[in-house]
């Protein structure tokens, strides 16, 4: 049985029209299709870099907005370069023990050579051979939309006999704007 983690894939995104289809996406490969997922693995082809930036606030929503605040300082230039940074999509956020962590795609354009953070909760982080199950589902991306559309993916992969790795995070992807 193959080991994967959780990602709730979504088309919508709270923040408006900053993040579209058309931005930037992290490049994936397609592992199998199936009825009602999908399993890709991000980083097949090499490292992929993120912003990360990290809210303790214990609310989803006040997380979001803390954690997308953070980062979006840090792509309009609060970084040791001063450098302004293309917005890409998805927007992804998950849990991991009492905090949150929302993360940004860094476009491709900038290899490895990225401005580091000024703010201490941002950091950037690599990608590499991510395997994961993805479901999609559109509207705000609320915490109940989240939690539904999880159990809904943990159904299709019990459904399949496919076993999820152990501790490895449920993360939401934001793509676009719901609207």
């Known amino acids: 049985m193959r080991s994967i983690i959780l990602v709730a894939a979504i088309a919508a995104i709270v923040v408006g029209a900053?993040?579209?289809?058309?931005?930037?996406?992290?490049?994936?490969?397609?592992?199998?299709?199936?009825?009602?997922?999908?399993?890709?693995?991000?980083?097949?082809?090499?490292?992929?870099?993120?912003?990360?930036?990290?809210?303790?606030?214990?609310?989803?929503?006040?997380?979001?907005?803390?954690?997308?605040?953070?980062?979006?300082?840090?792509?309009?230039?609060?970084?040791?370069?001063?450098?302004?940074?293309?917005?890409?999509?998805?927007?992804?956020?998950?849990?991991?023990g009492n905090s949150w962590i929302m993360r940004f795609f860094v476009p491709s354009e900038l290899g490895s050579d990225i401005p580091t953070p000024t703010d201490p909760n941002v950091r950037i982080v690599s990608v590499e051979n991510d395997v994961v199950a993805v479901v999609g589902f559109g509207g705000w991306a609320t915490q109940s939309r989240w939690t539904d559309n999880t159990q809904k993916l943990i159904g299709l992969l019990n459904r399949d006999n496919i076993q999820l790795s152990n501790g490895e995070p449920n993360r939401l992807a934001q793509y676009d704007s719901p609207w």
């Open 18 to 96: 900053i993040a579209t289809a058309d931005n930037e996406h992290p490049t994936y490969k397609l592992l199998s299709k199936k009825n009602g997922y999908e399993i890709r693995q991000y980083g097949a082809s090499g490292k992929q870099f993120w912003a990360e930036a990290t809210t303790n606030s214990s609310d989803y929503s006040a997380a979001s907005s803390d954690g997308f605040q953070k980062l979006f300082k840090f792509i309009t230039g609060k970084n040791s370069a001063n450098l302004k940074i293309n917005m890409t999509s998805p927007v992804t956020m998950h849990k991991s």
